[in-house]
């Protein structure tokens, strides 16, 4: 390793030709202001990601690599998801560099709290975590329903830490350990506090959306947690059996109540608490075939072993 790191931002962009023009020349101001100080070395670069965008994000990021060699890109060859696009970029990185600092290109993480990443770094943390210090910027909707997500996530099995996105420091041994981890279901957030090491989280206020409008609705966001909870943890099929005993038991008592009914002649009323027990059991059935159905579904997908991601073009990168 050189006596000064080359620092990677990896920079995930999907549709952001409004806010990519503002915001990567803070990226730059940012990164060669830690060259000049002697911070890092000035082989360190910016790392667009275009994750297929069907606006002009790509000629931008290509205009910009144009204008200042410190800024490169690589572009998938189809929208892939935030994940999968973060993923290609931190692979891409993990040879070229010592640290990876995962960030979105709106401009919502305080590029300021880098210089506190690196001296954690510098302390001997591999992993350095941001963490939002407050919600203030968000609507009460997404703060609650955030609020939410972690707390079902945790509970669920999906070991994810409070508070905190995909704004990252990451060491290149650390990436090393995550190219072996092969599974195409990707929840970065949960996977990397797997691969363990000394880690450290940091506060951060995050801001507003510099502009353009966030790809994360309610609905995406709910999508995304279910997805996280399957790819991380069995616990929800432990549940199902659980309820299976449960309603298993109530179900015998149930048995055991219609045979005293019909001995004791009431074998003609009782139409009502049929009904109710068709219907809690038709739903509950139907529920837990839909779980197991979604891991069966996942394990098919693993099984598939296709490509996570495939890049489609590189400018200012040594594949070019
Ligand atoms: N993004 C991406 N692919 C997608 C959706 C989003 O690469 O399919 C990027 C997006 O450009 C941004 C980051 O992921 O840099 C986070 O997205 P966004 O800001 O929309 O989410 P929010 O911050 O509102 O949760
Ligand atoms: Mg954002």
Redesign the pocket.
């Known amino acids: 390793m050189n006596s000064k790191p080359v620092l990677w931002f990896v920079?995930?962009?999907?549709?952001?030709q409004e806010?990519l023009p503002l915001t990567a020349h803070e990226f730059l101001r940012k990164l060669k202001e830690l060259i000049t100080s002697d911070k890092i070395d000035d082989a360190s670069r910016i790392l667009f990601?275009?994750?297929?965008?069907k606006d002009r994000?790509w000629e931008i990021i290509n205009s910009l690599a144009s204008q200042d060699n410190h800024y490169s890109g690589i572009s998938l060859s189809r929208?892939?998801?935030?994940q999968?696009?973060?993923l290609a970029g931190l692979m891409e990185a993990k040879d070229q560099c010592d640290i990876t600092i995962s960030?979105?290109?709106?401009g919502?993480d305080d590029i300021n709290a880098v210089d506190e990443m690196l001296s954690e770094y510098f302390s001997g943390s591999e992993i350095i975590y941001g963490v939002r210090n407050d919600r203030e910027t968000d609507t009460f909707f997404k703060r609650w329903t955030a609020q939410i997500f972690y707390r079902l996530m945790n509970f669920l099995g999906a070991e994810v830490i409070y508070n905190h996105?995909?704004f990252r420091l990451i060491s290149s041994k650390v990436l090393q350990e995550l190219a072996n981890f092969q599974e195409v279901n990707i929840f970065l957030r949960g996977m990397i506090p797997l691969i363990g090491f000394k880690s450290s989280c940091l506060m951060y206020k995050r801001k507003v959306?510099a502009a353009?409008?966030?790809?994360?609705p309610f609905t995406k966001?709910a999508a995304f947690a279910f997805d996280g909870i399957t790819s991380l943890s069995n616990r929800p099929i432990t549940f199902i059996a659980c309820l299976g005993v449960l309603v298993s038991l109530f179900g015998f008592a149930g048995i055991i109540w219609a045979i005293l009914a019909f001995f004791l002649g009431y074998n003609v009323t009782g139409w009502a608490s049929m009904m109710c027990a068709v219907c809690f059991l038709g739903g509950i059935q139907l529920l837990s075939l839909g779980i197991i159905g979604e891991y069966v579904g996942k394990a098919y997908m693993e099984t598939k072993q296709r490509p996570r991601y495939i890049v489609s073009e590189r400018i200012n990168q040594k594949g070019e």
């Open positions: 920079v995930p962009c999907y549709n952001e806010v990601v275009n994750d297929g965008s994000t929208n892939r998801g935030h999968n696009a973060l960030m979105d290109c709106d919502q996105a995909d959306r353009g409008a966030s790809h994360y966001m």
